[in-house]
């Protein structure tokens, strides 16, 4: 394969990983929508908004995550402290099972209880609520979470009440490697997707893993070449695509 039929086949992939990363996000934009909604409702009802109306998204993530090619492991909403009238610390988080179903995550939200979530202390919620803007986070290990490696895709949602809380998606990241290599249909070129982090998402060659950094031995890697991921909105999804020597 010659170098101007490699750039065009990197490309090509780049476009297609931007389309459905841009599709993701538009999913849990829907999910913001929807809590929007929602908190408008209690706020035109005179109402604090609460966990059994917070619920009242569980049908669209079901309905998301349900869907045949889906790019998500998990789906839902983690609220603010000042978000909810009956608490301060709420995650309506929905992970699908493998049976092309979904099961609510019950995490652990007491400060006292072992193995406690500080979920408003993870980077995946404080970015969008300081920056305001959709981001895409890791990968990283969601330990206390779905405990293994992903990427949350998240935005914010700015409430009637004035309160910041976040819509997001963690990504399967097993899914993200099946479209790079469908697409890719070659392991001629070593190919790596880097996230904003720094760190590998995923790749074709066993050198370079998921969540490592690009690395042989104690010299940094140089890719032969770089394709940034076209997303509609680059500053949410600073991806890269690398084709790297060897």
């Not at 992970?95 to 979920?119: E, M, T």
């Not at 992903?150 to 910041?164: R, Y």
């Not at 991806?239 to 020597?245: E, G, I």
Request: charged letters at 20%.
């Amino acid at each position: 394969m010659s170098h101007d039929e490699r750039d065009s086949l990197l490309s090509r992939t780049a476009e297609m990983l931007a389309g459905h990363i841009d599709a993701a996000f538009a999913d849990v934009d829907a999910v913001r929508r929807r809590v929007i909604e929602i908190a408008t409702e209690a706020s035109e009802q005179r109402r604090s908004l609460d966990r059994t109306m917070l619920a009242g998204i569980r049908p669209l993530l079901l309905d998301l995550l349900a869907h045949e090619g889906t790019l998500f492991e998990s789906l839902g909403v983690a609220v603010s402290g000042d978000c909810l009238g009956d608490t301060s610390r709420w995650l309506e988080w929905w992970r699908r099972d493998g049976r092309n179903k979904a099961q609510f995550i019950s995490h652990a939200l007491n400060p006292d209880s072992v193995g406690f979530y500080d979920y408003q202390s993870r980077e995946w919620f404080r970015l969008p609520v300081t920056t305001r803007r959709p981001c895409a986070v890791g990968p990283y290990v969601d330990a206390g979470g779905i405990e293994v490696c992903t990427v949350t895709l998240a935005i914010p949602i700015d409430l009637p009440s004035g309160s910041i809380s976040v819509a997001g998606g963690d990504l399967s990241i097993a899914a993200v490697e099946a479209l790079l290599l469908g697409t890719l249909g070659t392991r001629a070129h070593k190919v790596v997707l880097l996230g904003a982090n720094g760190r590998v998402i995923t790749s074709n060659t066993a050198r370079h893993v998921t969540g490592s950094r690009l690395r042989t031995g104690e010299a940094q890697a140089v890719p032969d070449r770089i394709v940034v991921i076209p997303s509609a909105d680059p500053h949410r999804l600073p991806w890269q695509l690398l084709a790297m020597p060897g």
